[in-house]
């Protein structure tokens, strides 16, 4: 198992250990960080919202955009 951890601390890395599962196409690891950013806005972790909030200014537009929705859930979820 690759956990999310994993994924949004070490993406490429992750992506390798993905692609025996899903393929090569789909676990391009701006892709897989951009999910699972997606992932942990879903399960509400705050422990996760300070790799989160570093994702916010990631190069990539949609890894920001995934980590920036994923940090506003998170927030409300503990209001």
Excluded at 11 to 23: H, N, Q, S
Excluded at 26 to 35: A, D, E, K, P, Y
Excluded at 46 to 55: A, H, I
Aim: glycine share 6%.
């Amino acid at each position: 198992p690759v956990l999310l951890e994993d994924i949004l601390n070490n993406p490429k890395a992750a992506a390798i250990e993905l692609r025996k599962y899903i393929g090569a196409t789909i676990t391009m690891f701006n892709r897989v960080l951009g999910g699972a950013c997606i992932v942990a806005g879903c399960t509400g972790r705050s422990d996760l919202l300070p790799r989160l909030l570093e994702l916010t200014e990631s190069p990539s537009e949609a890894v920001a955009t995934h980590a920036k929705w994923a940090v506003e859930q998170i927030k409300l979820k503990h209001l």
